[in-house]
């Protein structure tokens, strides 16, 4: 074979190599983009003797929730049962100082640094109410989290509370917490 054949195969043979390497590379990278995002699911079992600083006495109120966070979004759904008295209306008794992003009184809050210090984290989101009757009733939530607040509900810090006329402070409270296997 003529040495100027030779040159034009090898050049031939290194290109397709090339481009064989740079698909074999294509193959092995990540493909994040293309498959879905891991799912956890959480729970909270919230109950009256949960809620700081001074757990309610005058109820037996009961609630549970579960959450599916899937990327960036959280997905809850729950209900409860025997609270002491009607959902607090924060459009008639909002807090001090009000904040309007609070629409109802069942919420997810981000707990406090030090909760020695502060026991009650801010608010987060609000939940979508569905009331059977004045005691009774089931809530959704579909929220997108900030990275930061996606981490602090993996890290365990996220607790959800609802709050009543008879107990504005909170009537029932729990912790999200990661179902084990999810």
Known sequence: MSE??????????SGAGIVGLGAVLA????????????TSEYSAN??????????????NAISVATAT???NRLRVRGS???????LRNYATDPV???????????????????????PNGPFLFAMTV?????????????????????AA????????DIHTTTNRAGEVRGPLTVIQGS
């Open 4 to 13: 100027t054949k030779q040159l034009h195969r090898r050049q031939v043979l």
């Open 27 to 38: 193959s092995c990278a990540p493909a994040t983009a293309q498959q879905p995002a891991a």
């Open 46 to 59: 919230m109950m009256p003797g949960n809620v700081l600083p001074t757990p309610p006495t005058n109820t």
């Open 69 to 71: 966070l899937q990327g």
């Open 80 to 86: 409860y049962a025997g609270l002491s008295g009607p």
């Open 96 to 118: 001090d100082p009000p904040n309007p992003r609070i629409t109802s009184a069942v919420h997810i809050h981000q707990m406090a640094a030090d909760p020695a210090a502060m």
């Open 130 to 150: 569905m009331m059977t009757n004045a005691n009774s009733g089931t809530f959704t939530g579909d929220v997108t989290l900030t990275d930061a607040q996606r």
């Open 153 to 160: 509900l993996m890290a365990g810090n996220f607790y959800m």
